[in-house]
C-alpha cells in the first residue's frame, strides 16, 4: 500500500494556493472568521488522497474525520486538533446536527478546519448537508472532490464499470435508507433494467432484499455479482456470484461492512483483469 509521504511529496509545501482556496481564505479575511474545508479521503488506500487534500490538512487546526478514514492520513496534520465523528449503520458517535455545529463553532473561533470523510463528500457522505450549514451560518468553506468507492473499489477488483460492447452505463445507488421510510427512494423497478451496471454502497445488510428486488423486476438471476469489502486495502477480499445466489454466499462467508456491491455483466471481465487481490501491492511501491 503506497505511503502517504510518497503521495504527498508530489506538491511541495511552498506551492501556491489554488484559486478554490484564494477566494475561501480572501473570504475568511473578509468576515474574520476561519474556514472549513470538506475533503474526501478517498476509498481506503491513503495513496488515492489528492494533494490538495494533503495540502489542506498539513495546515489544519481541528480535523473532524470519519471511521473509514485511514489513520496514517492523520499524519499529515501532526499539531492539529482530532475529533472522531465515525458512523457505522447501527451507531453515530456524533448526530450531524452535532458535526454542523462543531464545523461552525470551530471556523468561528478563527480556525483551519479540514471535514475529513471517506470516498467523496458529496456521495452519500452527507457533505452537501454539511456545506449547506456552513453556507447557512456564514462560515467560508470549500470542497475538495475524492476518489469515490463506488468507481475506485470495483477498479482495484478488476471490474470496469463500462467496456465497450459490455456496459455503457452505470448507476450508484445506496442500499441504506431510514428506517422511518416506508417505501424506498430507490426506484428498483426501472434500475433493474434501465441500466448496465449497477454499484450499491452501504448495501450488504440489505442484500436479500436489493437481489429479490432486482430479480421481480426483470433482472435475470444468472446475472454477475461482486461484493468487495475494503476495497483498496490490503485487506480487500472479493466474492463473486450471480444474483441467484450471491444473498446465500455472502451469508455463508459472513461478510460485514463496508462492502461495495457490483452487479452486471462487466463483473465477468474480473477473471481476466483482476490486478490487486493477488499482489496486495500496488505496482509501483512493488518496484
Not at 463528500?121 to 451560518?137: K, Q, S, T
Not at 460492447?165 to 445507488?173: C, E, L, N, Q
Not at 445488510?205 to 475494503?230: F, Q, Y
Not at 456491491?261 to 499482489?279: K, P, S
Amino acid at each position: 500500500m503506497r505511503p502517504v509521504v510518497r503521495a504527498a511529496g508530489r506538491r511541495g509545501a511552498g506551492a501556491p494556493p489554488s484559486e478554490a482556496s484564494e477566494r475561501v481564505i480572501r473570504a475568511a479575511g473578509r468576515r474574520g472568521a476561519g474556514t472549513v474545508a470538506l475533503v474526501g479521503a478517498g476509498p481506503g488506500d491513503p495513496g488515492l488522497m489528492t494533494v490538495r487534500g494533503l495540502e489542506l490538512l498539513r495546515r489544519a487546526h481541528v480535523v473532524v474525520y470519519d471511521r473509514l478514514v485511514d489513520p496514517r492520513l492523520l499524519d499529515a496534520a501532526p499539531r492539529a486538533r482530532r475529533i472522531f465523528a465515525g458512523k457505522a449503520s447501527d451507531h453515530h458517535t456524533l448526530p450531524q446536527e452535532r458535526i454542523n455545529a462543531l464545523l461552525i463553532m470551530h471556523a468561528r473561533r478563527g480556525r483551519r478546519v479540514v471535514r475529513l470523510k471517506g470516498g467523496d463528500p458529496f456521495v452519500f457522505g452527507r457533505g452537501g448537508e454539511e456545506a449547506d450549514a456552513l453556507a447557512r451560518a456564514g462560515i467560508p468553506f470549500e470542497v475538495v472532490p475524492g476518489v469515490s468507492s463506488a468507481v475506485a473499489v470495483p477498479a482495484y477488483a478488476g471490474i470496469p464499470l463500462t467496456h465497450r460492447g459490455v456496459a455503457s452505463s452505470f448507476a450508484v445507488v445506496t442500499g441504506h435508507e431510514e428506517a422511518c421510510k416506508r417505501e424506498s427512494s430507490v426506484d428498483w423497478s426501472r434500475l433493474a433494467r434501465a441500466v448496465d451496471t449497477l454499484v450499491v454502497l452501504m448495501g450488504v445488510k440489505s442484500l436479500p432484499r436489493i437481489v429479490r428486488e432486482l430479480i421481480e423486476h426483470g433482472r435475470p438471476a444468472a446475472t454477475p455479482v461482486a461484493l468487495v469489502r475494503w476495497g483498496t486495502t490490503n485487506v480487500q477480499e472479493t466474492i463473486t456470484g450471480t444474483l441467484g445466489d450471491i444473498a446465500a454466499l455472502a451469508a455463508r462467508a459472513r461478510l460485514e461492512p463496508p462492502v461495495v456491491i457490483v452487479i452486471g455483466e462487466v463483473v465477468a471481465l474480473r477473471d481476466r483483469l483482476q490486478w490487486f487481490d493477488d499482489n496486495r501491492v500496488p505496482m509501483e511501491v512493488a518496484q
